[in-house]
């Protein structure tokens, strides 16, 4: 019994184990997490004096020194106002601001969990998320119950609104933490949870028609249609709380989600009973169990009322929840006091449920906010039930668990081939969601990496060695990439197209971290006697579409656009000029000052396909850090040689690009224009010669 124990308290804190929230106090509205670190404690929740505006909307809101405090998470109802304390209906803004740390590098993301209505969320004035649609008048309301994941603009200084709205439950506002992290690990976390509850459910489900098989089988055990029934209620109670994965598989309106949550609840108690009842009829007591039975039918009529009605009872039957919990502990109690078979066990278990089942209604009403326990200490319990009723059992739930374990590796290992930021987004949360025709415009930067004579290079080498030398290239640029906000799309060969959906700085950011670290690649290939290679970037921003192509037996995201088509010949354009990474000046002009890396203007070069030539920039920070500085240092000699060539002055552009090779004998660029400018001089002798 010890050993069963031990393991179920083990069971207990697997299900529970997570990175918890750390407790950010907001004083007047305002928290400061500039000294914050993120690394260590990943999730902030933003609690305390969040700026409180009544029947306001965000676009309405007029700040002064007499604005209204509401110390968050907490209903509104009972807040008192002028005029009076308010009811739970009506909308009302709360308003936050927030300062990062100045060295912050990943994408922020708030996580707003499930509420009891319908909210919006805006940053510094714009719309960036919600559940339903919250509004000021019953009309335009739509109420929704759902965690949102909204991605936070790369600022520093951030005004957060939680415009909510209710008009249908009887307690509005918020009562669920706002938790600030990085989108990664928002993402991440509230993936486990879906996966934690989806694995529960698939354990009541799977428990609760094993033993309606049982009863089947063996009419007379009534006690396993006991189990069947009570697994179903804690079934359907699990998919319509939390993170309502019930949603995730059909799309239902409020009104029956919220009859859902409350018509499980009202049945768990009763049909617990009646379970232990039909184990130790002789020490538990019918009667009792039919007092449960009435007060759940009466309450379940009472569903077809409105919900700020039904939601009344959220206040009342707690009551008769924790009265239903003491009489089966206290007659179990008195059922092993009696040396009743399976009693110990059992008493342990209706234990845990007791604790769950309290600390839920707790947290449910605000009063403590931890998180939903209860759904874990009744999969112990029914853990527990397995293992009286025999071995077989266990092992096929334990299979189950191992089961949904392999298919979260699986999503895992998939990842690797379809990045879970292209599913993001396309609009998908789950790879299983995508089909083809899948598509969605998206503004992005292009970035095409290329090996430059790779052909002739990849000949000198046997299959083997070239896949090795490919993985050891792809292995250094890929983490650079993913490391600056971007993804790779594919693999092209050894060319690399990777997208940048959030910043152009990012590319090219991400563009001069990677020709350092090819240099880091080089000595270490001298090292090994291999000779260097280099290679090529071409960025350009413009509009894409992502989407899934193919057939419906081999489908695969891609990307199409002209954008894609001009980086992949910008990238081209690295070997006219023989420079490193050359970006258009779409991207160069829509950057503007936020491109932070050194470059200089190169020319018009025609691009096949288009039928205008296009104007491309280079990144001097590309080269080598010596090369580099000579090449900032004539920047200004450059830009005067380049507006003679411009302005076909082809003598003093000359003289200009000579005196620049002078200096820098390695600028390819400055060699490329001073032959253009010896080649145009010696053509307009000849033709000054010919008349």
């Known amino acids: 019994m010890k050993k069963l124990i031990l393991i179920s308290l083990l069971l207990l804190v697997s299900c529970l184990s997570e990175e918890r929230n750390v407790n950010k106090e907001a004083k007047n509205g305002f928290i400061s997490l500039k000294n914050h670190s993120f690394p260590l404690e990943p999730f902030v929740a933003l609690t305390g004096e969040w700026k409180f505006f009544w029947n306001t909307s965000p676009e309405n809101i007029k700040e002064s020194n007499l604005d209204r405090i509401l110390s968050l998470p907490k209903h509104w109802n009972g807040y008192q106002m002028d005029y009076g304390k308010l009811s739970g209906f009506g909308h009302a803004t709360f308003r936050i601001q927030l300062e990062l740390p100045e060295d912050l590098q990943e994408t ?137 994965i019930v ?64 939601t009344e009872t959220a206040s009342i039957y707690p009551i008769a929840f924790v009265l239903n919990g003491l009489f089966i502990l206290f007659y179990l109690f008195r059922a092993y ?23 839920d209604v707790l947290h449910a009403q605000a009063v403590i906010h931890t998180t939903y326990i209860g759904p874990s200490t009744v999969v112990i319990f029914v853990f527990l039930q397995v293992f009286t009723f025999g071995r077989i059992v266990r092992q096929n739930i334990v299979k189950t668990l191992e089961f949904a374990e392999e298919q979260k590796q699986f999503s895992s290992s ?95 950011k991400a563009a001069v971290e990677m020709q350092e670290a090819i240099r880091i690649y080089n000595s270490h290939r ?3 006697g291999y000779i260097p290679i280099e290679v090529g970037i071409g960025i350009h921003t413009g509009n894409l579409t992502l989407g899934i192509l193919g057939e419906h037996k081999r489908m695969e995201g891609t990307v199409i656009s002209d954008a894609v088509n001009l980086a992949s010949r910008i990238e081209g354009i690295t070997k006219l000029f023989s420079s490193r990474i050359v970006i258009s000046a779409e991207t160069f ?29 280079e990144v001097l920070d590309g080269y080598e850090p010596e090369k580099s500085k000579r090449l900032i240092a004539c920047k200004d000699d450059y830009t ?52």
């Open 526 to 528: 001298a090292n090994c």
């Open 108 to 244: 922020m993301a708030l996580t707003v969990h499930e509420q009891d209505t319908s909210y919006a969320i805006y940053v510094n004035g714009k719309y960036y998320g919600g559940s339903g649609i919250p509004a000021s008048n019953t009309n335009q309301f739509l109420p929704m119950v759902r965690s949102t994941i909204v991605v936070l603009p790369q600022n520093k200084n951030l005004t957060i609104d939680l415009y909510v709205a209710n008009y249908v439950h009887r307690k509005g506002g918020v009562w669920n933490d706002i938790v600030l992290s990085t989108y990664t690990k928002a993402e991440n976390r509230l993936t486990k949870h879906k996966i934690n509850e989806t694995i529960l459910s698939s354990i009541f489900a799977f428990v609760g028609i094993f033993f309606l098989v049982m009863y089947f089988y063996n009419r007379d055990g009534s006690q396993t249609l006991g189990i069947f029934l009570f697994s179903l209620a804690v079934l359907l109670r699990t998919i319509s709380t939390g993170e309502r």
């Open 640 to 691: 005067l040689a380049l507006d003679a060539y411009r302005r076909e002055d082809f003598e003093e552009a000359k003289e200009g690009f000579a005196s620049l090779l002078d200096k820098n004998p390695d600028d390819s660029v400055s060699r490329l224009f001073l032959e253009r400018c010896k080649d145009a001089l010696e053509k307009s002798k000849l033709e000054s010669g010919t008349s």
């Open 337 to 359: 006091q009696k040396s009743r078979m399976e009693a110990k066990p059992l008493l342990f278990g209706i234990g845990l449920i007791l604790i769950g089942a309290s600390n």
């Open 589 to 617: 002009i829509e950057a503007s000052d936020n491109l932070g890396f050194h470059y200089r203007l190169l020319d018009r070069v025609n691009i096949k396909g288009k039928t205008e030539s296009v104007f491309v920039v």
């Open 414 to 508: 998939f990842s690797r081939f379809v990045p879970t930021e292209f599913l993001y987004h396309l609009g998908k949360n789950d790879i299983r969601q995508v089909d083809l025709g899948d598509q969605v415009q998206k503004r992005m930067t292009v970035l095409f990496a290329d090996i430059r004579s790779f052909t002739e290079f990849s000949e000198t080498l046997t299959p083997k060695e070239n896949f090795d030398f490919l993985n050891s290239y792809l292995q250094r640029v890929g983490p650079i990439i993913r490391h600056n906000n971007g993804f790779i799309d594919k693999f092209i060969g050894d060319a690399v197209m990777a997208l940048f959906p959030y910043n152009i700085s990012d590319a090219v």
């Open 247 to 310: 949603l995730e598989f059909f799309d239902m309106p409020y009104w029956a989600l919220l009859r859902l949550e409350y018509l499980s609840w009202f049945w768990s108690a009763p049909l617990l009973y009646h379970y232990f009842y039909t184990i130790f009829p002789y020490d538990f007591s019918k009667k009792v169990g039919n007092v449960f039975y009435i007060l759940s039918a009466i309450l379940t009529l009472g569903l077809i009322l409105p919900p700020v009605y039904f």
